[in-house]
């Protein structure tokens, strides 16, 4: 993505479901989870580089000994500080008494991050201080295990201030404004409840406070818990979560907007944010991981019992359709299909603006996540030219000359490399100008490939959100090599609302595609339009969630998507570039039909999955007309 955006945390949670001496045994190392954690985090480290965290749970140690470990860390190489950190604790074993890293009993007692229940979180923070403090696990301590927990996810709530406003009521006091501290203390507070009503009941059959204690952690209901506390959530979420005594859970919402992959044997549960992480740190195929179904909660009980079971009523399922274009690693291999087909499905639009002049265009994509739907887009290119070579020899009435034929068999795709991220370039001068020259040269570009005044440069990218980097560098970079037009082709559709289940975007000022239609209702004498939105957004405050429509929608409805297309052109064009440029933006139909079974399109269509979504999309667009450079959730 040239325009950069942050986007989903990650998350990873390990339950080992034989005794660590099993492990030892089997596979040399008492670090086995530990291990495995490592790599399921690396292999997800495209979700996270503000920050991470680990917390792992030992499970049955006797009173007085410490059982939960958590370590944090901020920045993108947080992963390997926080292993690093790990490891040396086994390191200085190993130096001291390296018997002792054989003995799993030993290790359990004496060494911390020793567990049986591992949890990980890669931090994309889509606002708010970037601290050690906002870095998951968050953690509830209590002198009574039960009542620990533990939390981690991947999830925005649009309604936080209502979840605050149930909080006060209970009597709590959070001690931040935050949907994770939200999240957090709501969980606590039923978890809490469960516990009281749980001791009430075994204290008047009879049994002592040290044996309620284990029974409360043998009945313990984890599903009636996040019934109860997910109740009123609205949002997009993953959250994963670990009790004191060991039972551990991972909840997804009930649209599925988030993902939640698992695998499950006699040995281990594993869930990910990613299913590639699965497949490849544990060589599972691919049939074999499955998803969490929305609105239920994979439950891993400390006994090792694992069930699957509905807290939430799942609703229609809208599963992110920006995890397939951008987000998720392109290494799963429905994505992988889904990128190729988002790139083939171009096509159509691609040959109408080159005129169908293959011999005079070249090919390329700005590096790197656009890197499949640009070999999809290639194999679109080269079906297009079999077909033509086919209708030339097979049903040309009169005889070909030798000159054409071997032009026609020489035909070909000109794909070529021709953008190239340099690298990260610092801006130590202050002036403005010297600054907008440095941001110019982000981007390198290849000579020599391009014929001045006679090709057509096709430029694929994934998505285009503000155009800034286009307009800025881009396009300024690529116009030195001479192309008489350049082609920008999104393998998304245009951007338009804000997303409040993840992704940091979250103002309507930083969409080109909205400055587009606010400059096309300006220019064509419906201005007016724009004051009438505001009332009604305004006027929908009054309104409960479920009345509250997308009335941005209007502001899109008055034009047609070619017409923001060419407007969005003409905006990210510099003055002073001698080239033609063009825009081409993935349709809202084949996006569909590329990623059928997720449908979560709410930024490109304002078809919001939940309540809340209408909410923030009306709040942001006051926000933007009262000057408001803030969230609006």
């Not at 790599?39 to 997800?44: A, D, G, Y």
């Not at 200085?92 to 030993?106: F, G, I, N, S, Y």
């Not at 739907?373 to 009169?398: C, I, P, S, W």
């Not at 009332?535 to 929908?540: A, D, G, P, Q």
Request: hydrophobic share 35%.
């Amino acid at each position: 993505m040239s325009d950069q955006i942050k986007h989903e945390c990650g998350i990873a949670l390990i339950r080992l479901l034989k005794p660590l001496s099993y492990y030892q045994q089997k596979y040399g190392t008492a670090l086995y989870g530990l291990n495995k954690l490592y790599l399921l985090m690396e292999k997800q480290h495209n979700r996270g580089q503000d920050g991470a965290g680990i917390a792992t749970i030992k499970l049955d140690v006797p009173p007085g000994n410490r059982y939960i470990s958590r370590y944090r860390a901020m920045g993108a190489g947080a992963v390997s500080e926080i292993f690093e950190y790990v490891q040396k604790k086994f390191a200085d074993v190993q130096r001291e008494t390296p018997e002792k890293l054989q003995d799993t009993a030993w290790l359990k007692e004496n060494v911390s991050f020793t567990g049986e229940v591992l949890m990980g979180h890669l931090r994309y923070g889509t606002h708010g201080k970037n601290s050690i403090e906002s870095c998951h696990p968050f953690l509830r301590q209590n002198n009574w295990m039960t009542r620990n927990l533990v939390v981690s996810g991947n999830f925005n709530m649009t309604n936080v201030d209502e979840l605050l406003e149930q909080l006060f009521e209970l009597g709590q006091h959070p001690k931040e404004r935050t949907d994770t501290v939200t999240v957090l203390e709501k969980i606590g507070h039923f978890l809490d409840t469960e516990n009281q009503i749980l001791f009430d009941k075994y204290k008047t059959e009879g049994f002592s406070n040290e044996q309620i204690s284990h029974q409360i952690a043998e009945h313990i209901d984890v599903a009636s818990i996040l019934r109860r506390s997910a109740k009123t959530w609205d949002g997009g979420y993953t959250i994963s979560g670990i009790m004191g005594h060991g039972d551990a859970f991972v909840m997804r919402d009930p649209v599925g907007i988030r993902p939640a992959f698992y695998y499950q044997d006699d040995e281990i549960v594993i869930v990910t944010s990613e299913r590639p992480a699965i497949q490849t740190a544990f060589n599972i195929p691919l049939e074999s991981v499955k998803e969490i179904k929305p609105g239920h909660a994979l439950i891993i009980k400390k006994n090792g019992k694992v069930t699957e079971e509905q807290f939430r009523e799942p609703e229609v399922p809208k599963s992110c359709s920006f995890e397939r274009i951008y987000f998720s690693r392109g290494s799963d291999a429905d994505i992988y299909k889904e990128r190729k087909n988002l790139g083939l499905f171009l096509c159509p639009q691609i040959f109408e603006a080159i005129n169908y002049d293959l011999k005079n265009t070249v090919f390329s994509y700005i590096p790197n996540t656009a890197e499949v739907a640009f070999y999809g887009m290639v194999e679109g290119v080269h079906k297009y030219l079999r077909d033509y070579q086919k209708e030339t020899l097979l049903k040309r009435a009169d005889k070909i000359s030798d000159a054409e034929l071997e032009e026609v068999l020489n035909m070909s795709a000109r794909v070529e490399k021709i953008a190239i991220k340099d690298v990260k370039l610092r801006t130590f001068i202050t002036q403005d100008a010297d600054r907008q020259d440095m941001v110019a040269h982000v981007y390198d570009t290849t000579y020599g490939l391009i014929n001045k005044g006679a090709d057509n440069l096709v430029i694929l990218d994934d998505s285009i959100v503000r155009g800034t980097t286009l307009k800025q560098s881009i396009l300024r970079i690529l116009d030195r090599l001479g192309p008489k037009k350049i082609i920008v082709v999104s393998s998304a559709p245009q951007i338009r609302y804000p997303d409040c289940y993840g992704i940091d975007m979250s103002r309507m000022g930083e969409f080109v595609a909205f400055e587009a239609a606010i400059s096309l209702l300006k220019d064509s004498g419906k201005a007016d339009l724009i004051q009438q939105v505001y009332k009604n957004c305004l006027e929908s405050e009054k309104l409960g969630n479920k009345q509250v429509k997308n009335y941005v929608q209007e502001i899109y409805s008055q034009f047609t998507d070619q017409q923001i297309s060419d407007r969005i052109a003409k905006i990210i064009t510099p003055k002073d570039i001698k080239c033609e440029v063009q825009v081409i933006y993935q349709t809202l139909d084949n996006l569909h039909k590329a990623t059928p079974a997720h449908l979560g399109d709410w930024y490109f269509s304002g078809n919001y999955p939940t309540p809340g979504g209408n909410k923030v999309v009306n709040k942001a667009f006051m926000n933007w007309v009262e000057g408001k450079n803030e969230r609006a959730y």
